[in-house]
DNA sequence: AACGAGTGCGGAAACGTTTACACACTCTTT
DNA sequence: AAAGAGTGTGTAAACGTTTCCGCACTCGTT
């Protein structure tokens, strides 16, 4: 799989120079118009492309973009690749794909080898808000970095993810719409800011629509930590009117578990999600949650990259964006 | 991003040529000993690693293996690539991935800048059964190359995917001792080999039996497909004992739009669905359904590709892994 | 008429490896 | 004692680009 046809053929056959014909292929100055045109009809009568490895070599930069996200059959994380490789595609880069588990050590494992292969950017979702500030510490300084949906306690990259406070906000609105006066919550602890900030916004929404707050567990993202949040809520006293949770995997893991101690949903309980996508559209009863704007984030975080890649320099930014809220059964049936 | 230390460098601090360095390192043969031992302390204590760049260029292979998948947002394609992306990396590759989106000609281009970036190895999910097989034309005869999950119709490469023949026999065998008497099937079209071949095993084994075939519908592997195919059983006819999807998600579409025109599952029908995976789980009814046997077929497709790849020739392979079944609610409470 | 600036092109170096080849040396074999 | 077979090491070429630099030439300006 060598390339067929390089540059020094090109060169022989228009019978000109390599140096020339790199020039005229590339579009730097000092060419004629005749010899751009010439050189440019015979590449392509000889089906010449240019060689990557080659370039990379020479140049130090790869088109390439390396991406690590923690857990790449978690739906969500899934959902952000395929829209990142489309956004990338278009830019005209290609995707290095790795998987840290959440654990460091692959995080940085797998950081390293991304420099090694010279990658022109990174894009990652941080494995945990703290620990992850020394894994991107292995990045040198200014090089194109984003962090996507997480972000690390120190601001050490260009962020890019959903507003958690317009989410949360929207979804009590709603809820205090539906006279819900007693919520708990079910979210995932601190390793993720997403974590952190859901939980704080539902404290500080709770609060100023005056509702109470009968109990809350602290788990991961996963439809089993939703499984043992219903667990714990349904020893720790009787349902509230609703449960916020902090994942549609965690409204469904609660809700599966719920139903099978003989509570229905909406019916006993109102239950709200976060992330939007087909679970909740396909789910019984289907999900009220935050819609998040997963190609918005995508577009955001390539096109923070590439600025960055062209020298874009300056302080590091931070991207919200606004999610919207989509009704479903489970905070009752939809009027 | 650049090496920071390279070879040349090493050599000169461990004053030697960086031929010798080269072979030390490399574990080439026709270098002492203790010399092997001194360029390695070295270049431990230079903290270098080899620039897979340069060796890319030099080798003509870059440690590098593509995959395309059609559509990284389907939830069973996620797994898939997860599975094979720590599988990869076991074995010393990195993933470049892209999403054909079901497309031909975006299978073509890629493929194509796969070839370009001198990629190792190629892993696909042909976008359809007959026209995938003009763009597998384009990679060199012998190239390692795995179709994973769905196979072309002539066989142009190694394939690895699940028995669907043993599949579908599971299911009926449950859905025999459940004392189904006629059978429906909602199921994908003639586009891929899984679309087919649960087909025919299911027209097949429905006679085997002496099930009665209420009604068939056969659109994707989708939710939407699964919504679709609901409508169509319930305008045709009653509805029958069971029916039989193609696919996890075709199963709750399904059932999801049975449950809007107010029929239960398992209540007034069973139903069955393929893949497995935790949309299965969490669902409400949880889902019987055939188990693929996701870890086994990523395993086999990476060491069939590395086989391959150290000039394993030869005829070329069919690999079926057999999944097992999954007993869910949908086919009645688990006793 | 001489000069400087600008333009078009080619030669060759450089990116960091791996490896073919040559050389020197040590054994073993005749 | 000469030849042959290893063994360890170095020199240099090669992979395919991009680009620095130098040369030749054409203008427009003094």
Redesign the interface.
Known sequence: ???TVTLTEVAAKAGVSIATASRALSGKPRVSREMIERVRTVAAELGY??????R??RE?S?RLVGMIVP???I?YF??L??AL??EL?RAGF??????S?GFIEEEVRRL??F?????DGIIIVPADRTASIQSLAN??AG?PTVEVDRATDRPVADFVGVDNTRGMELLFEHLSERQVASVAFAGADDASTNGVERWECFNRLAGRHGMEVSATYRGDFS?QSGAAAAEHLLQTGPLPDAIVCGSDQIA??L??RL?KHGYGVPGDVLVTGFDGG??A????PTLTTVLQPISSIAADAVSLLVSRMEGGTGTIRRSLLAPTLQLGESTGTIS
């Open positions: 799989m060598k390339p492309r240019v060689d990557p490895i080659a990379a070599l130090g790869s857990g790449l059959d739906p899934a959902q690749v395929a490789e489309e595609n290609e995707l290095l794909l790795a998987d588990h390293r080898v420099g090694d292969r010279r990658v990045i040198p090089f439809t469904v893991g809700i599966s139903h087909e679970l559209d396909i789910f019984l």
